[in-house]
């Protein structure tokens, strides 16, 4: 009996080794640089919010558009690549950068100490900041007057980090806390419809919006949450990819090619 049980925790450790020595080899490849593995496929997908106009959104037709978009196509086109652009849940973006099922995260995506934990991080290639967006007729007109008012947000979003830094603002707000929303379309409908008082977003976003409906029923405070800026999200190993996509957005620069893809989504912004 002794014998039969001595066997059986052989066995067990046996087992427990492999599959402790599989995880390991798993976890080695997962940390190399897909690079490689990329050219082979000839392949990149990009992950994006796809209601972030003009940054990545869809058309009266459905097709994916926007700043981001036509520069991510020529960036990789240059490089011999094809772009599948894959919307995703924002919320959960660098968790699927970082479990492979995108392989960046490229839509309007600020550079923010947090997210540096997370992932890498190319040059920055467009400033932005978070503003303060209300109705024309609201009493709004500074942070202070946000106290007791219903301020939105879109949920996990740079805009978010930034009104978090001012807690002192924050605590004022209708609930001591923001009203979150899984898109900023639905906070600036929300604010259209009264159901909140002013939303805190990206200047390129709110300001592209309302440039589509009618300026004179928004009003822009001039008080903001902060200057940022934006880059591409890399998984911390894909040093190659980093390396390509910073040296192409350089000569694209340089040649007029991001200017002509500028104007054509900013003019007159």
């Given at each position: ?57 869809r058309d009266d037709k459905g097709e994916l558009v926007g700043f981001d978009v036509d520069l991510a196509k020529e960036v990789f086109k240059r ?136 300026p004179e029923d928004y009003k822009i405070l001039e008080e903001d949450f902060g200057e940022e800026e934006y880059g591409i999200g890399l998984r911390k190993e894909d040093k190659k990819l980093l390396e390509l996509i910073n040296k192409t957005l ?20």
């Open positions: 009996m002794k014998k039969k049980n001595y066997f059986i925790m052989l066995l067990v450790i046996l087992v427990f080794s492999i599959v402790s020595l599989t995880g390991c080899s798993k976890e080695a490849v997962s940390n190399e640089d897909s690079f490689e593995e990329l050219e082979e496929k000839g392949e990149i997908i990009m992950g994006l919010d796809d209601t972030f106009a003009p940054m990545g959104f490089a011999g690549f094809e772009v599948k652009l894959q919307p995703i849940d924002w919320t959960m973006k660098e968790t699927e950068l970082n479990s492979g099922n995108i392989d960046v995260i490229w839509n309007g995506y600020s550079i923010t100490e947090e997210r540096k934990e997370k992932v890498a991080f190319t040059k920055p290639y467009l400033e932005n900041k978070q503003i303060i967006l209300t109705l024309s007729d609201s009493s709004i007109n500074s942070k202070a007057d946000l106290e007791n008012k219903k301020v939105a947000v879109q949920s996990e979003s740079s805009a978010l980090e930034a009104i978090n830094k001012e807690p002192e603002i924050v605590e004022t707000f209708d609930g001591g806390e923001p009203v979150l929303f899984d898109t900023n379309h639905e906070a600036i409908m929300d604010l259209e419809a009264g159901r909140v008082n002013a939303v805190v977003g990206d200047e390129v976003l709110i300001r592209y919006y309302i440039k589509q409906k009618n350089d000569e694209m620069r340089e040649d007029g090619s991001y200017d002509e893809i500028y104007g054509k989504w900013f003019e007159g912004k």
